[in-house]
């Protein structure tokens, strides 16, 4: 068995690439692709017939690969399927990173996985509450109950749109520009940073279309989305680099850090950098500049 380090509920999650968790070729050596997370599908990659050698094929992999620090997660089928309690049961005694919630259209729906979760833990001898969870909102009632989802569960680290199902709902199709998910992405944006909680977008999934690609990354960038789901490595590096910093930022960044850390010693919550009032309430923004920056491979110093 390769012995994973805890996960750590937040952490940069730029990228989430869905694999399937039926073909050990393809998620055996994922971690080389540079993904911050990798998405081990046992929901629509996998045929009906095909869940219990999916499931197989998931707990040898989560068993006998080192993935390094590339976060693994694991969508489970929806609660309306026979499928998930297994599902469940496979990803923590495997000691999968976290379990992605498909078609969640409820707190209850978080806290049924939840106590499920947890009992797996206990059965399996897992650390109680290591494993994380996230939620996609496939569903206009997803959308409108997303402040609930968010906060069902301490173990939730985040919410994912997913924008095949969700335009299906509305009845219509993919849009240049967006605008056919411009409203749920901005009310699943505000209860997911209502609540603390990360928050992701779909994937874009025609890969000719790299031009259409890039300016949707942009766009989740400019509306505060903290990553994007991915289904090709080749889409990886064009995220990072679009989320990426800029010197600029990078600069103001350590600045603000530093001052926090000095003044703090001094008692001082509020003063001046760059003429600019600064309080606590900068901080959180400044130190996730930082990490992107190192992820980034564009910081190298000692903050």
Known sequence: MIPRPKPERFRLRRTMMFMNAQKPGLIKDAYIYG?????????????????????????????????????????????????????????????ADGIRIAKCESAQDVKTVEEATLAAEREFGVEEGRTLLMAALESPKGILNAYEICTASDRLFGVAISGGDFRKCMQVGVVPGGIEMLAARG????????????????????LDDMEGFLAEVKQNKEMGFDGKSLI????????????????KEIAAAEKIVRAMRENA???????????????????????????LAKASGLYEGDL
């Open 232 to 247: 090709n490595p080749k889409q990886i590096t064009a995220v990072h680099q679009i989320f990426a910093p800029t010197q």
């Open 187 to 206: 009310q699943m944006l505000l209860a997911a940073r209502a609540a603390g909680v990360q928050c992701f977008d779909t994937v874009f999934t025609d």
């Open 265 to 291: 010693d001094k008692g001082i919550g509020v003063f001046t950098v760059d003429g600019k009032m600064i309080d606590l309430a900068f901080l959180p923004g400044a130190e996730r500049t930082i990490k």
């Open 35 to 95: 993904v911050d997370s990798i998405m081990l599908d046992l929901e629509d990659a996998v045929a009906e017939n095909q869940k219990d050698a999916a499931r197989f094929s998931l707990y040898h992999a989560l068993k006998t690969i080192d993935y390094g620090d590339t976060e693994v997660i694991v969508r489970i089928n929806g609660l309306d399927t026979p499928h998930w309690q297994e599902d469940i049961r496979v990803c923590v005694a495997g000691g």
